[in-house]
């Protein structure tokens, strides 16, 4: 981590970071109120995250990061802002959504430019599989989102495949395949430099099925 990220690391994680424990957590005790949550997973440098919790303090936050000078630069920016509508983990993310996500209890799940493992014997270390989605849908409120998003093709087709095959979902999309970005999913310097290599970025929301 650099100087600053590890200063806001020792500062900021005390009250902003949550330690794995196999027991839930009481979101609205975590936040002190009742205000719909989002979970992000994989927030790399944090820099979306920081966005979305500025412009929507209305919306709870959590991210999901286990790469440190990561979970570092989220809270040097909250620090910077003053933001207090996120908390932070840093730990599995399907160990966290398991143990310490109450059932229907996110608003939203964002999952943005995973890691691809694009090459074919790789692809079953895929995040997006058929038992992540059915644990997504274990822990959204009814008409809660599964917003994702990726710069792949390939793995944009397997996700939508994989939210295809699974019951209870509804596809957002018009074309029954993808979304425009939503004004919502910050652009990230992430993306624009895959842009300007030419690189595609297809955005996926599917809303869980109400009960």
């Known amino acids: 981590m650099t100087p600053g990220q590890a200063s806001a690391f020792e500062i900021m994680m005390p009250d902003f970071g949550?330690?794995?424990?196999?027991?839930?957590?009481?979101?609205?005790?975590?936040?002190?109120?009742?205000?719909p949550v989002t979970l992000e997973i994989g927030f790399g440098m944090g820099a979306s995250l920081a966005q979305q919790a500025q412009v929507s303090p209305e919306v709870n936050?959590?991210?999901?990061?286990?790469?440190?000078?990561?979970?570092?630069?989220?809270?040097?920016?909250?620090?910077?802002?003053?933001?207090?509508?996120v908390r932070v983990i840093s730990?599995?993310?399907?160990?966290?959504?398991?143990?310490?996500?109450?059932?229907?209890?996110?608003?939203?799940?964002?999952?943005?430019?995973?890691?691809?493992?694009?090459?074919k014997r790789h692809h079953k270390r895929r995040i997006v599989n058929s038992t992540f989605v059915q644990l997504v849908a274990e822990k959204l409120v009814s008409n809660g989102i599964f917003h994702m998003a990726t710069d792949w093709?390939?793995?944009?087709?397997?996700?939508?495949?994989?939210?295809?095959?699974?019951?209870?979902?509804?596809?957002?999309?018009?074309?029954?395949?993808y979304v425009p970005k939503p004004d919502d999913r910050p652009v990230t310097k992430f993306q624009r430099r895959g842009e300007k290599l030419g690189h595609g970025v297809w955005d996926l929301m599917f809303q869980r099925a109400g009960s």
């Open 61 to 85: 936050f959590v991210g999901i990061e286990v790469h440190r000078p990561g979970v570092g630069s989220l809270l040097a920016r909250m620090r910077e802002r003053q933001l207090n509508n």
């Open 91 to 119: 730990h599995d993310a399907i160990e966290v959504l398991e143990a310490m996500i109450p059932a229907h209890s996110l608003a939203k799940v964002q999952l943005f430019f995973p890691d691809p493992w694009h090459k």
């Open 18 to 35: 949550l330690k794995y424990s196999s027991q839930p957590v009481a979101l609205p005790d975590l936040f002190g109120n009742d205000n």
């Open 153 to 177: 093709q390939n793995y944009a087709q397997h996700m939508l495949a994989v939210m295809r095959s699974q019951p209870g979902w509804k596809n957002l999309s018009g074309s029954d395949d």
